[in-house]
């Protein structure tokens, strides 16, 4: 039984900072792509970060201000949201894929964890 499980949200001023944690357990290792996912009110769920084993990649609003790692060992992805603006807020996902040798895509998502930046 896969799970991804997010903490760390919450509410925090304009310019703050917010660390998110997603614990994976089940048969997420580090040869999956893990992944940071928003959602705002209304708008449609938007890629926030990438990982993979040696690289990672950011949505452009979110450049030089966020920064997605990962801790294999604790199959623990992160993503450390610095200089917070009132347009970060959302539910954000932590998603896990990995494509197998038959073609098949296997992908599991976590329950999302509220992210509120307002003064």
């Known amino acids: 039984q896969v799970q991804l499980v997010e903490s760390g949200g919450g509410l925090v001023q304009p310019g703050g900072s917010l660390r998110l944690s997603c614990v994976a357990s089940g048969n997420i290792d580090s040869t999956y792509t893990m992944s940071w996912y928003r959602q705002a009110p209304g708008k449609q769920r938007e890629l926030v970060a990438v990982i993979t084993r040696g690289n990672s990649n950011y949505a452009d609003s979110v450049k030089g201000r966020f920064t997605i790692s990962r801790d294999n060992p604790k199959n623990t992805v992160y993503l450390q949201m610095n200089s917070l603006k009132p347009e970060d807020t959302g539910v954000y996902y932590c998603?896990?894929?990995?494509?197998?040798?038959?073609?098949?895509?296997?992908?599991?998502w976590g329950q999302g964890i509220q992210v509120t930046v307002s003064s």
């Open positions: 998603k896990a894929d990995k494509l197998l040798s038959d073609n098949t895509l296997n992908n599991y």
